[in-house]
C-alpha cells in the first residue's frame, strides 16, 4: 500500500503541477500582452527595445502571484475530473486508498505554490515593481530619449520647443534648434551646427559648437543676436531626478509597509500601507484556501460518471467569488482597519471547512 499511495501521489501530484505550469503559462503570455500595451506610446517615442523588454518581465512578479491560483484551480479541476471520468479514483477507492490519500497530491503541490507565491509576494515583487517604476521614470524623463528624435519638433516643457536634424552616435547632434518662451519678458533662441547632450552631477548639459543665440524683447520688438564657437545651455530645470519621485505601496517592503509612521506620512496613507500588507499575506495564502475549495468539491459527495459537471461549476465559482472578494476587501481594509480579521477569514474559514468535510466524507466510508 506504501508503495502504491506513492505512486499514485507522483501520478497526481505530475499532472496538477504541469497543468498548473502549462495554464499559469497562458494567462502569463496573455497579461504580457495587456501589460504591454500602455507601453508601446514608450516604445514609439523613443523607448529601446531591450528597456521595453525589461519592463515586461519585470511585471511578471507582481501579476504571478494572482494568477497562479486561478490556474491551479483550473488545474485540480482538469485533473480529478478526468480522474473521475476514467475511473481512476474508483480504483484507486477501491484499493483502499482514504479520500486524504487522494487529497495528498493536491496539497503537496498547494505548498509547493504556497512557498513559491510567498517568495514572489514578499521579496520579489516589491523589488521587482521598484525597478519597474524606476526604469519607467528614468525612460519617461530621459532627455535624450524624448528631445533627440531626429525630424522631429519637440517639446521639453510648455513654451519650449527642441529640434536636431540629425544624431550620430550615443548623443552627437547636428542641426539643433532650441526655442524657450518662457520668460514673459523676451524669447530666446538657439542655434548651433552641432553639439552634444551630456550628463553632469548639476543635471543635463547641451553642449552647442558654431552656432548662434537670437533673444528679442517682448516689449520693443528689438533683436539681439550673439554669435558663439561653444556654448554650454544648463537643462537640468527640464530634468528629474530620481529622488523625486514618490514610491507606492507595492514597491514598500513588508517592513516598511507595517512600520510607516503616521506622524510622516499621516494616518490615511498608514492605513492603505497595512491593507496592502495584510492583502500580500491573504494573496501568499490564496493556493491553500483554493487547493482545500477544490480537492473537497471534487472529492466529497457521491459519484455519478454522467453528472459531475456541477463539481466543476462549484469548484470554480467559489473559488472565483473568494478571490473577487478577498481583492474587494483591500479597499474595505483601507478604510475600515477594524475589518481585517475578516480579510483572513476569507482565508482561513473555507480551508478549515473542507478540510472537515473531507475528514467527514473519509470516516462515513470507512464506518
Known sequence: MPRFLASTTRYLARQILLTTVLITSVFAAIAILWSALPLLSNLSSGMGLNVFLWLIVLA????LPVLIPLALCLALIFAYYRAQQDSELVV???T???????????????????VANGVMTFYLAPEAFRSFKETQFLQRHDLAALAIQPGRFRSLRSGTIFYVRERSGENALRGILFFDERDPKKTQTWMAE???LTSTEEGPR???RNGNVQEVDRKTGRANILYFEHYT?????????LSDRGRESEELSMAELF?????????????SYRAAAHYRIATALFVVVITMITVTTMLVGPFNRRGQIWRVAVAFGLCAVILLTAFLMR????RTPEVTPILYLLVLLPSLMGAGLIWQNNRRRIG
Open 92 to 94: 484507486m477507492r477501491a
Open 331 to 334: 479597499s474595505v481594509v483601507t
Open 194 to 196: 552641432y553639439g552634444a
Open 60 to 63: 511578471m512578479p507582481r501579476l
Open 233 to 241: 545651455l544648463d537643462l537640468s530645470k527640464f530634468a528629474r531626478k
Open 259 to 271: 512600520g510607516a509612521d503616521p506622524a510622516e506620512v499621516g494616518q490615511k496613507r498608514v492605513n
Open 206 to 208: 547641451l553642449v552647442l
Open 96 to 114: 483502499g486508498l482514504s479520500d486524504w490519500a487522494l487529497a495528498r497530491p493536491a496539497l503537496l503541490v498547494g505548498l509547493l505554490l504556497t
